[in-house]
């Protein structure tokens, strides 16, 4: 089970899964990086939509959606490994194809005078300087 999967973390009280056995800290890690992977897809679906408009990023999101509801019932900690990576490779995919900027990303935040638009200045530690 879970508990025998999470390497002998301490577990919340009073948290069980379906089949009775105490979930450990480890658990509700990985539910956590499933459920903002599910969330950014979906972001980026809708953000694929509104760049594209074809219905391209409508089909995605219903993917998604459909794909994630498949494993729900519960799979083993390799498996949601696996689909993690598999997760973010799928993302990288869709962010490109709608053209998507990675929100808080450093990439792309010159403005055309090259200064940084984040109002971020310098390329090295602040200790560092002389």
Request: with cysteine; hydrophobic share 35%.
């Amino acid at each position: 089970g879970a508990a025998a999967a999470g390497g002998g973390g301490r577990a919340m009280r009073g948290a069980a899964g379906a089949g009775g056995e105490v979930l450990d800290l480890r658990y509700f890690v990985r539910r956590a990086k499933v459920l903002r992977q599910y969330r950014q897809l979906l972001c980026a679906a809708r953000a694929t939509e509104r760049a594209r408009g074809d219905g391209v990023g409508r089909d995605a999101a219903a993917q998604v959606r459909s794909e994630f509801r498949k494993y729900q019932a519960g799979v083993d900690r390799h498996m949601v490994a696996v689909l993690l990576r598999d997760g973010e490779r799928q993302l990288d995919a869709l962010r490109s194809l709608g053209g998507v900027q990675v929100p808080g990303s450093w990439k792309g935040s010159r403005d055309e005078d090259g200064a940084d638009e984040r109002g971020r200045v310098g390329n090295e530690w602040p200790w560092q300087r002389t």
